[in-house]
């Protein structure tokens, strides 16, 4: 019988793991939009070898699944020597997948400054990085804030995915307690209620800041 009451007693390990799920969906976030905003000057770049490794780059990470991307990651590069840990290979393959949708974003934000601005801020004695970091990209996040925030979400859900190298995020504990308890039903309903409180959060906070940048 369906009793949805039986997850309180384990409401700890849930919420630790619904704490993971957004710590490591935070610190990729930011991760990615660094990696997304190098991504796009490099595309912009006048380099041929810059701009092909860059789109290389994000033809491979939006062209594949976060699950391969993933266990490349965590299950080949110890083959190479390489060991990384299941959170820090949570972190880079999230950061890279975000990134390279990032990038992409960031790239159609820029598009709609106006011709000339860029010079306009060489001619006022901003050198190139202070015009993109202190002009340009502020024009740009606040242009592209909805889609940010969209991809923000996206990476709160796909961070399910996770969960297959081991890191007890809140997908994680779900599994544990549902094959333990055998009830996978109540433990993967309030799993998905958790997450969906998290993404209506971000949401919410998403609208609040556009609202607050349309009047600045």
Not at 46 to 75: E, W
Not at 131 to 145: A, D, N
Not at 179 to 202: C, D, K, N, Q, W
Request: proline share 4%; glycine share 6%.
């Amino acid at each position: 019988m369906f009793d949805l009451t039986i997850v309180w007693d384990y409401r700890n390990a849930l919420l630790q793991g619904l704490w993971t799920t957004f710590w490591i969906s935070l610190v990729a976030i930011g991760c990615g939009f660094i990696i997304g905003a190098i991504t796009y000057l490099a595309r912009s770049s006048t380099n041929r070898l810059l701009r092909a490794i860059s789109t290389f780059y994000v033809s491979a990470f939006r062209g594949t699944p976060l699950l391969i991307q993933l266990s490349i990651i965590f299950f080949f590069l110890p083959l190479a020597g390489i060991i990384v840990p299941p959170i820090t290979a949570a972190i880079l393959a999230l950061a890279f997948n975000s990134g390279a949708i990032q990038s992409e974003i960031l790239r159609g934000g820029f598009s709609t400054l106006p011709k000339g601005q860029r010079e306009a801020a060489w001619v006022n004695g901003f050198s190139k990085a202070q015009s993109f970091i202190h002009i340009e990209l502020p024009q740009v996040i606040k242009v592209t804030l909805p889609a940010l925030v969209s991809e923000i979400i996206d990476i709160i859900k796909n961070s399910s995915l996770i969960s297959t190298i081991a890191v007890t995020e809140l997908m994680r504990v779900a599994q544990q307690y549902s094959s333990t308890t055998y009830r996978p039903l109540e433990f993967f309903i309030a799993a998905g209620i958790l997450y969906l409180l998290l993404t209506m959060s971000v949401s919410e906070l998403g609208r609040y800041l556009e609202k607050r940048l349309r009047h600045e």
